[in-house]
T-cell receptor, first 110, second 114 residues
Framework: GQSLEQPSEVTAVEGAIVQINCTYQ??????LSWYQQHDGGAPTFLSY??LDGLEETGRFSSFLSRSDSYGYLLLQELQMKDSASYFC???????????WGAGTKLIIKP | EAQVTQNPRYLITVTGKKLTVTCSQN?????MSWYRQDPGLGLRQIYY???????DKGDVPEGYKVSRKEKRNFPLILESPSPNQTSLYFC?????????????FGSGTRLTVV
């Protein structure tokens, strides 16, 4: 079967750095995406990794290791507004549809 | 403003009463998709469309229908809603289905079937 695993909840302190991991088991692989969703809101696209390595976008970075079937989202200089759920999603190379993880709730404390 | 517009935002209906949730995008995206989101389960794909008149089943298509007669619109139809279809529904669109361009989501429709 196809599955993605990410922690259900992560707690961090304002101003700190936090890493949210995602491991996947899929029959094929095209890319790994990350989305942010605030309570009551819609998911918003953060990043995409198709190749191994680190992609940086401002305070957010995303990493992929295809050989380890593993990726992570790194959030730096945490702000209270970063409190949200974060989803990883893998697109496989058969039909290119996204397979979603169950999401990680990030709780930020002052 | 580039966006995906879903209507209605909230809907309470009774079992068996047909309903349609509309979705429209103004970005000329070829790819559109419907998801349902339930607590602890993430997003599950219902149906998707790669272009006009081209639709396909996702992971949980039972009890749903879609159509794509125009590029911008992708309505979700529940012919005979049941309580297990109570959920939060999202429509999304993208330049391509692979995820590399990112999906743009609508604001969501919270459906309750009693």
């Amino acid at each position: 079967g196809q599955s993605l695993e990410q922690p259900s909840e992560v707690t961090a302190v304002e101003g700190a750095i936090v890493q949210i991991n995602c491991t996947y088991q899929t029959s094929g692989f095209y890319g790994l995406s990350w989305y942010q969703q605030h309570d009551g809101g819609a998911p918003t696209f953060l990043s995409y990794n198709g190749l191994d390595g680190l992609e940086e976008t401002g305070r957010f970075s995303s990493f992929l290791s295809r050989s380890d079937s593993y990726g992570y989202l790194l959030l730096q200089e945490l702000q209270m507004k970063d409190s949200a759920s974060y989803f990883c999603a893998v697109s496989d190379d058969s039909n290119y549809q996204l397979i979603w993880g169950a999401g990680t709730k990030l709780i930020i404390k002052p | 403003e580039a966006q995906v517009t879903q209507n209605p935002r909230y809907l309470i209906t009774v079992t068996g009463k047909k309903l349609t949730v509309t979705c429209s995008q103004n970005m000329n995206h070829e790819y559109m998709s419907w998801y349902r989101q339930d607590p602890g389960l993430g997003l599950r794909q219902i149906y998707y469309s790669m272009n006009v008149e081209v639709t396909d089943k996702g992971d949980v298509p039972e009890g749903y229908k879609v159509s794509r007669k125009e590029k911008r619109n992708f309505p979700l139809i529940l012919e005979s809603p049941s309580p297990n279809q109570t959920s939060l529904y999202f429509c999304a669109s993208s330049l391509s289905q692979g995820g590399n361009y990112g999906y743009t989501f609508g604001s969501g429709t919270r459906l309750t079937v009693v």
